[in-house]
């Protein structure tokens, strides 16, 4: 089980690249100047036997977070371990935001009628049309395009669009046998309508083509109608994983 979520962990590094990362131990503390995601600006321990000097590495890792104004949050998955939970525990940090990692066998998805539809080249409308979908604010542009500018492996940016207004858009991280679906969102005057399914379809079936054999996505534990989409589409969960930050940040 544990290689299993150190695998997606690397993908997920890769996919969705932070600015700076240090390293503390088997600890990896990301931070992200431009962008507030929280899997942007955490640390994530990948290692459940690497619990020496606890106490000592989340100061140092504190005081990484503060120069970068960002409030010290720890990313919990199985590869934490009980030992840093129970640690946490005692300090009375508070655990939040649940989600779960979701994996499809490509083999096994229904893909043939799905639409062809060639990625978008030009970030900027990318940008743009995914920014307006989710409803996010137009000050995170450049922190988005560094990010997806900084994406190693091929990315394929897709967007529906009705004429000149996006309906839908995600980005789909195609890395070896793997296909990484990120930024997964739907205009809100255009919900219920099918069209992210299509677009789910579309990137999948562009990634198939490309050797993809897996695909695999991260959802939060309380977005039923997420949640109801992929599990309609075949996708099945392996690992949570959830944030925890100390009683003054909170």
Known sequence: MLATVRRYEA???????A?????????????????PAKRLNSVNPLDPGDI?????????AGRRFDAYGRPLTFRMSPLSGPDLASHLDKEGWSRFDESLVMRLQLADAQLDAAMDQ???????RFIGASLKVSGSDVSLRPGLSEIIGAIQPE?????????????ATLICV????LAGLFEIATDKA?????????????????ARLRGAREAWLQVEAGNAPAL???????????????YRRPSEHE
Do not use: C
Not at 52 to 60: E, V
Not at 174 to 177: I, L, Q
């Open 190 to 206: 255009a919900r219920n309508k099918g069209h992210g399914r299509n677009l789910i379809l579309s990137a999948l079936k562009w």
């Open 228 to 242: 109801a989409l992929y599990h309609a589409l075949g996708f099945e969960e392996v690992y949570r994983y959830h």
């Open 118 to 124: 060639i990625p978008l080249k030009d970030i900027s």
């Open 174 to 177: 195609h890395d070896g046998d």
């Open 19 to 35: 600015a700076a990362v240090h390293y503390d131990g088997t600890w990896v503390v990301r931070l992200t100047a431009g962008h």
């Open 11 to 17: 993908a997920g590094f890769r996919a969705w690249p």
């Open 155 to 167: 990315a394929g940016l897709f967007a529906l669009e009705d004429g000149a207004e996006p309906l």
């Open 52 to 60: 020496q000097h606890m106490a000592d590495r989340i100061g140092r």
